[in-house]
């Protein structure tokens, strides 16, 4: 509440000319679209683009809708532009036509008149993990990979004489995931502080960690992150543009050298089939009604969530623990620093310069505190005159 009372500062008039740029690249797109597509068409009819790909150009259909037309999904897009440029341009038109319409044209409608600030509504009970959840607008979803993305957060401003601090749980679901699993492995990369990808990348590939290339990090990356939310060798060939067989042999060299981790899996599969749930590290229940289903493709869904939630439940717990104690902390200091956002395992906080120092000393010792888990937690500050500075 407190969170949701204070709100956020935006910058509008440089999410202003974000979207005149974002209108004119929209522009752009479609021009090339139609010259693609060899007459105009409109972007945003499934009806008109599925004649468009699979009537006219002949692309293969990958899959059907209900009423047995051509899917034009995103999904379906992704999976095209592998190979054809349309679909990849229409993808990129999508997701900019996304951002426009989500944000950069509704958040300066969305400042409160009374307070000059846009205030979100936070909500517990809406994600099954039990993160906390933001809407009206949504502000856990404006994309950080992309320069548009990136472009939107930095519209999220400090007032004068204040900063934005960013604090976010580093790796934090791989901790947990080696605090569940006991994995030696794992414990042992995560107590020597080493770069956990890296030593992942040294183990599969028989190296040691010096000699481990970039390409090999992401690959040990995908894996790590794959194999919490329960990827399959499918899913991993997919992901790494490689075929089944190779994943398939990657996944197996990973549970040869992490032992603890395919034992974990297994025994959480077990509990969650015979008690029709799982529990964070805290206790707290997750509950999956279709552990049982018959139908296959559900209850392998089920199977995937009763091993990826303990983590996502656990990394939601830790951070609400750390709200509270940095929230506790603040007030009991009597400082004017506020927290305004949480999204995923990151705390944004607004700071008056006389505070900095002592803020970006304590905030990282706080959030490491809430817990004791077999590794340590590990939480690193940002700084900035705006919020894609500071993370």
Known sequence: FGMERTGVLIDDFLLAQHSTELGQRLHQLEQEAHALAGQPFNLGSPKQLG?????????????????????????????????????????????????????????PQMVNPRTGRVHTSFAQAVAVTGRLSSSEPNLQNIPIRTPEGRRIRAAFIAPKGCSIVSADYSQIELRIMAHLSEDAGLLGAFARGEDVHRATAAEIFGITPLEVSGEQRRYAKVINFGLIYGMSAHGLAKNLGIDRAAAASYIDRYFARYPGVAAYMERTREAARSQGYVETVFGRRLYLPDIRAQQVGRRQGAERAAINAPMQGTAADLIKKAMIAVDA???????????????????????????????????????????????????????????????
């Not at 949480?342 to 900095?356: G, K, R």
């Not at 002592?358 to 939480?379: H, K, N, Y």
């Open 329 to 391: 902390w603040l007030a009991a200091q009597q400082l004017e620093s506020r927290l305004i956002l949480q999204v995923h395992d990151e705390l944004v906080l607004e700071v008056p310069e006389a505070e900095l120092a002592l803020i970006r000393t304590e905030l990282p010792r706080l959030m490491a505190g809430v817990a004791q888990l077999s590794v340590p937690l590990l939480a690193e500050v940002g700084v900035g005159a705006n919020w894609d500075e500071a993370h």
């Open 51 to 107: 004649e468009i790909l699979f009537t006219k150009l002949g692309l293969p259909v990958v899959k059907k809708t209900a009423t047995g037309q051509p899917s034009t999904d995103e999904d379906v897009l992704t999976q095209l532009a592998e190979d054809y440029p349309l679909p990849k341009l229409l993808l990129e038109h999508r997701s900019l036509a996304k951002l426009k319409n989500t944000y950069t044209d509704k958040l």
